[in-house]
C-alpha cells in the first residue's frame, strides 16, 4: 500500500480519479528499472535498512517524477525482508556497559568520556548498533518493471478506497465461476453484500462493513482495499465509490477500462493444504463420488446466492449434492442457512459446523428443535470435516432427498 | 418471535417487520440482511426496553457466564479515595469515567469493580507494557491466568487484557464474550478508530479510567456514548504528599552556543521563510500535509524541510541540552532517573553519550522488560525513553524527571509528571526538571504545555 502523501490523484469536483501512470511509459520503465536493480542486489550486497534508503532517496531525488518514484520505493520496499544486523549479541552486551557505567552515574563523579570508558566501550563502537535502519536486507520478492508499475496503478485505487467506507460495483453479465469468487473474496474479506439485478443481465452489488450502516468509518477500508483487486479480476466492472478526503465527499469512478492488473490471479488458484488432503484421503478411500471440480453457486431465491464449499457427484446416480461449511465466523450465518434449510428441504445441500460454533452437543441439537428433519442435514466437524464424516453425512442426504421425490 | 444475535461487532435483530419507537431509537433498518441492526453497545438499553415493552425476545448476543468463583486471593483494604470512586461508579449502575491522578491505583479501582460484578471482563490498554502490566496484577489479586490479546499474543480468557489495536482487529469475533470493559488511559478511546473497539462490544458495564479527561467537545460526548460520564474526578493536589508523592516542577532555559545558535538562526529563517511564501498556517487542519506537499512541489522545498529538522534538532537535543542533562545527573546521583525527549533520535543521541539504556518503540520486548526490571531494582539508575514511558508503566522507584523535548501537549506532560509521583519507600520529594532551549520555539511549546494545574512550579 502507498502512504497518504504518495497517493497521486485528480479532483474534479465531485469526482476524483487516481493518477493512473502508463505502465508503458519509458521514462518510468527507467525508474522502476532503476530502482528494481538497487532492490534485486540488495540481498547479496549486504545492505543495511539506512544504506538502501540513502541509494534509494538519491534516485527518487533526481527522477523526473519524484512523487511517482517515491511511490514505486515503497512498493518495492513492501516486498523486502529485513534482518537483524546480528554481528553480536547487542542486548547482552549493552546489558554489561549499563551495569558497568551505573556505578559511575551512582556516584555522581562522572562526564561522557569516563562513563564510555568505564564500561569499557571502544570509542567507533555505536552501543545502539542494531536498530532497524541497521538492519541487513536478506530477501526480496522479485518483480519486473512493467508489473511493478501495474502494481502502483493498482495501489493508486487501492490509496483511495482507504477514504472509502463502501463501494458499490455493476458487474454485466456476470459468470458464475467469476462471481462466486468475488463472492468468496466478500465472505473471506468479511464484508457484507447487497444485490440487486439492476436490468436482465446487470449485477449490481453494494459492499460494506457490517457496522457501516451507522456511519462512515475506516474500520473497514483496509478490508474493502484489499477486496478491490478481486473486482479487477472481473472481465468487466463498473465501480463508484464515495470518498471522504480533507472533508470533501468525493465520487471516485472505476471501471474495467482504466485497465488495472490484479496481483490476486495466482490467488485463484491456491487450494488450502487441508482442502488438498481432503481430496486425496476422499478419492482413496472410496469409489462412490467424486468431487466436482467447478462448483456451482445455488440460487436460493430472495438474492440468496449460496456457494457451497464443496460439491459432491456420484458416480452410479444423478446425485449432486453441496456441503458448505460454517466456522466459527459464521454463527449467524449458519442459523439463517438452517432456516433456509428448514424452509427449502429439497435443496441439495448439507451443512459442516466448527465445534468453535456450539458450545456442547445440547447446543448442537438446539439448533435444529424448530426444523428436526434437517437435523440429518448437519454434522460437527473440528476445524476441517474429515472424509468419513463427510461421506456419512452424503449417504444420508442423498437417502432423504430420494425419498422426499 | 425478536431474535437478537451478535455480529460482527453489531446486534442483529430479526425476526419482525416493525419495532416501537422505544427500541427502533437505537437501530436501523439493514435492507443487506433484511433485519434490523444496532451498535453493540447499545445492547444493554435495548434489551431493557425490549422488557420494559413486554416484548418476547430469544438474546443469543449475550454469550458470556457469571463467574461466581471469581475471588480475591487476599484482603484488599482500599484506600479512601478507590472506596469512594468504586461507590460513584456503582451509583452510576457501573457505567462510568473515573478520573484519578497516575499512580493513585487505578488498577486497583479496577480489580474492585471485576471482583464487585464477577462477571468477565476485558481490559483495553493502549501499549504493550501495559498489557504486561494489567496481566500480573490481575493473575496477582485473583490467582488465575489471564487473557492476552496484544504483542503477539491470542489467548482469550474470562478476564483478558487487550492493547487497543489487537482489540479493534477482534472486537467483531469476541464483542460479546465479556459483561464488562475497562478501557485504561480512555482518553485514548474516542479517536475514530479505538472507539469501534466500545462500539463493537455488548459489555452492558463499562468503567473508563484516565488521569487526563479533558479532551474535545466532539471526543468527549463519544467517551461518554462509549463508557458513560464522568462519575469521579479526583486531581493530582488532592493526593499529592499523600496517596502520591510530593513533587517539584523547574524550568531550567538552557542559553545555545554561539555557534548553535547561529545555525538555529540560519535554519529558522530558511524554514518560516518558506512557510510565509507557501502560505502554510500550523494553526489550521492538515498543515503538516500541506507543508510536505509544498516541499515536494516548490521551489526551495526541499532546503525548507531539511531547515526544518536542523533548526528543531538543535532546539531539542543541543550540546548545551546534553551538558545540562550531565549536570542534573550529576546532582541527582544516588536517585532514580527518567530522561524524556520528543523523538527516537534524541533518546538514542542521549544514550550513545552516557551509556544509558533507552527505551522506544524499537526496544525488542525481552530488553524492554530488562530494561524496565533493572530500573525497578535500582540497578540500571537512569532510564532514556521518547515516548513509550508516557503512559501507565508504574515506575515508582522514579523520582526525577528530565524533560528534555517534548511536544505541546498538555496530557503528554501531566503523563510525564505522573511517572515519577508515585509513592515508594524512602521517596520524600519527585522533581521534574524542563530543559528548555532559550530564545528557540520550545519556548511557546513549553508555555502551552504547562497550561495545567498539576504542572505549575509550586
Given at each position: 500500500m502507498l502512504r497518504s502523501d504518495q497517493l497521486l490523484y485528480r479532483i474534479n469536483h465531485p469526482h476524483i480519479k487516481p493518477g493512473f501512470v502508463d505502465p508503458r511509459a519509458p521514462f518510468l520503465l527507467d525508474i522502476a528499472g532503476e530502482l528494481l536493480n538497487i532492490y534485486s542486489s540488495a540481498p547479496d550486497s549486504g545492505m543495511s535498512r539506512q544504506e538502501l534508503e540513502e541509494i534509494t532517496a538519491s534516485i527518487i531525488r533526481s527522477s523526473p517524477a519524484v512523487r511517482i518514484a517515491a511511490g514505486l520505493n515503497k512498493l518495492l520496499t513492501d516486498r523486502c525482508e529485513f534482518a537483524a544486523a546480528v554481528e553480536a549479541d547487542y542486548p547482552l552486551l549493552r546489558q554489561q556497559i549499563f551495569l558497568k557505567s551505573a556505578g559511575v552515574l551512582a556516584s555522581g563523579n562522572f562526564s561522557a568520556e569516563t562513563l564510555r570508558d568505564s564500561a569499557g566501550v571502544p570509542p567507533d563502537m555505536d552501543i545502539y548498533g542494531d536498530l532497524p535502519d541497521f538492519e541487513k536486507i536478506s530477501g526480496f520478492r522479485p518483480i519486473t518493471p512493467p508489473a511493478l508499475l501495474d502494481r502502483y496503478n493498482l495501489a493508486l485505487a487501492q490509496g483511495l478506497l482507504l477514504y472509502a467506507d463502501r463501494l458499490t460495483v455493476q458487474i454485466p453479465e456476470p459468470e458464475n465461476s467469476m462471481l462466486r469468487k468475488l463472492l468468496k473474496a466478500i465472505k473471506f474479506f468479511r464484508l457484507f453484500a447487497r444485490f440487486t439485478m439492476l436490468k436482465k443481465h446487470l449485477l449490481q452489488i453494494e459492499i460494506s462493513g457490517p457496522c457501516s450502516i451507522f456511519g462512515p468509518s475506516a474500520k473497514y477500508a483496509m478490508q474493502l482495499a484489499n477486496f478491490f483487486p478481486a473486482i479487477v479480476l472481473l472481465p468487466k466492472w463498473k465501480l463508484s465509490a464515495v470518498l471522504k478526503i480533507k472533508g470533501r465527499m468525493l465520487t471516485c469512478n472505476l471501471s474495467h477500462k482504466d485497465h488495472l492488473v490484479s496481483h490476486y490471479r495466482t490467488l485463484a488458484s491456491y487450494i488450502p493444504e487441508e482442502i488438498k488432503l481432503f481430496h486425496r484421503t476422499f478419492a482413496k478411500k472410496q469409489n462412490e463420488w467424486e468431487i466436482v471440480g467447478n462448483t456451482p453457486f445455488i440460487d436460493a431465491g430472495n438474492q440468496e446466492l449460496i456457494?457451497?464449499?464443496?460439491?459432491?457427484?456420484?458416480?452410479?446416480?444423478?446425485?449432486?449434492?453441496?456441503?458448505?461449511?460454517?466456522?466459527?465466523?459464521?454463527?449467524?450465518?449458519?442459523?439463517?442457512?438452517?432456516?433456509?434449510?428448514?424452509?427449502?428441504?429439497?435443496?441439495?445441500?448439507?451443512?459442516?459446523?466448527?465445534?468453535?460454533?456450539?458450545?456442547?452437543?445440547?447446543?448442537?441439537?438446539?439448533?435444529?428443535?424448530?426444523?428436526?428433519?434437517?437435523?440429518?442435514?448437519?454434522?460437527?466437524?473440528?476445524?476441517?470435516?474429515?472424509?468419513?464424516?463427510?461421506?456419512?453425512?452424503?449417504?444420508?442426504?442423498?437417502?432423504?432427498?430420494?425419498?422426499?421425490? | 418471535m425478536i431474535e437478537l444475535d451478535f455480529q460482527s461487532g453489531t446486534l442483529n435483530i430479526s425476526g419482525v417487520k416493525s419495532l416501537p419507537p422505544d427500541i427502533a431509537k437505537y437501530t436501523l433498518p439493514d435492507e443487506r440482511s433484511g433485519t434490523f441492526r444496532a451498535k453493540a453497545c447499545y445492547y444493554a438499553p435495548l434489551v431493557l426496553a425490549l422488557r420494559q415493552a413486554q416484548i418476547a425476545f430469544t438474546d443469543r448476543a449475550r454469550n458470556y457466564p457469571l463467574l461466581p468463583q471469581l475471588a480475591l486471593t487476599g484482603k484488599l483494604i482500599p484506600r479512601p479515595h478507590q472506596s469512594k470512586a468504586l461507590n460513584a461508579w456503582k451509583q452510576a449502575d457501573c457505567r462510568g469515567v473515573v478520573c484519578l491522578p497516575t499512580g493513585a491505583g487505578k488498577t486497583i479501582l479496577a480489580i474492585m469493580a471485576m471482583d464487585y460484578l464477577k462477571r468477565p471482563a476485558l481490559i483495553l490498554v493502549p501499549t504493550i507494557d501495559l498489557l504486561t502490566q494489567w496481566c500480573s496484577t490481575i493473575e496477582r489479586f485473583f490467582g488465575i491466568k489471564c487473557g492476552m490479546l496484544g504483542g503477539g499474543t491470542r489467548d482469550i480468557r474470562e478476564i483478558t487484557v487487550s492493547t487497543y489495536d489487537s482489540a479493534l482487529l477482534n472486537m467483531e469475533f469476541i464483542g460479546n464474550r465479556f459483561a464488562l470493559l475497562i478501557a485504561d488511559e480512555c482518553h485514548h478511546l474516542p479517536s475514530p478508530e479505538n472507539r469501534l473497539c466500545a462500539a463493537m462490544a455488548i459489555a452492558p458495564f463499562r468503567l473508563g479510567l484516565t488521569a487526563t479527561p479533558e479532551l474535545p467537545e466532539d471526543y468527549t460526548a463519544v467517551l461518554n456514548d462509549m463508557m458513560g460520564d464522568i462519575c469521579c474526578n479526583i486531581g493530582i493536589r488532592e493526593l499529592a504528599g499523600k496517596v502520591l508523592s510530593a513533587y517539584q516542577v523547574k524550568q531550567l532555559r538552557v542559553e545555545l552556543s554561539g555557534r548553535e545558535a547561529a545555525a538555529y538562526q540560519h535554519h529558522r529563517h530558511i524554514y518560516t521563510s518558506f512557510l510565509r511564501r507557501a502560505a502554510i498556517d500550523f494553526h489550521r487542519k492538515n498543515a503538516w500535509s500541506d507543508f510536505l506537499i509544498a516541499c515536494a512541489r516548490m521551489p526551495g522545498g526541499k532546503e525548507a524541510l531539511h531547515a526544518f529538522f536542523a533548526q528543531r534538532h538543535i532546539a531539542r537535543a543541543g550540546s548545551a541540552k546534553l551538558d545540562m542533562i550531565e549536570a542534573v545527573m550529576r546532582r541527582h546521583a544516588g536517585e532514580q532517573i527518567i530522561i524524556f525527549t520528543a523523538d527516537n533520535d534524541a533518546a538514542y543521541t542521549i544514550g550513545r553519550k552516557f551509556m544509558l539504556p533507552v527505551l522506544t518503540h524499537h526496544t525488542k520486548a525481552a530488553e524492554r522488560k530488562q530494561f524496565l526490571e533493572l530500573f525497578r531494582q535500582g540497578r540500571y539508575p537512569v532510564l532514556v525513553t521518547s515516548k513509550v514511558l508516557n503512559e501507565g508503566v508504574d515506575v515508582p522507584q522514579a523520582s526525577v524527571g528530565i524533560i528534555v523535548s517534548g511536544s505541546g501537549s498538555v496530557r503528554e506532560h501531566v503523563q510525564r509528571l505522573g511517572r515519577i509521583l508515585r509513592h515508594a519507600p524512602g521517596k520524600e520529594q519527585a522533581m521534574l526538571y524542563e530543559l528548555v532551549s532559550a530564545n528557540t520555539s520550545e519556548e511557546s511549546i513549553s508555555a502551552r504545555r504547562r497550561e495545567h494545574d498539576a504542572y505549575q512550579e509550586r
Open positions: 456457494f457451497p464449499d464443496l460439491s459432491f457427484a456420484g458416480k452410479t446416480d444423478a446425485s449432486l449434492i453441496h456441503l458448505e461449511l460454517f466456522h466459527r465466523w459464521h454463527a449467524s450465518g449458519l442459523r439463517d442457512r438452517i432456516a433456509l434449510l428448514a424452509g427449502q428441504p429439497e435443496l441439495p445441500l448439507m451443512l459442516g459446523i466448527d465445534r468453535a460454533l456450539v458450545k456442547d452437543e445440547a447446543d448442537f441439537e438446539q439448533l435444529f428443535e424448530a426444523c428436526p428433519h434437517i437435523r440429518s442435514r448437519c454434522w460437527l466437524f473440528r476445524d476441517f470435516p474429515g472424509v468419513s464424516s463427510t461421506l456419512k453425512a452424503l449417504e444420508k442426504v442423498r437417502k432423504n432427498l430420494h425419498r422426499s421425490q | -
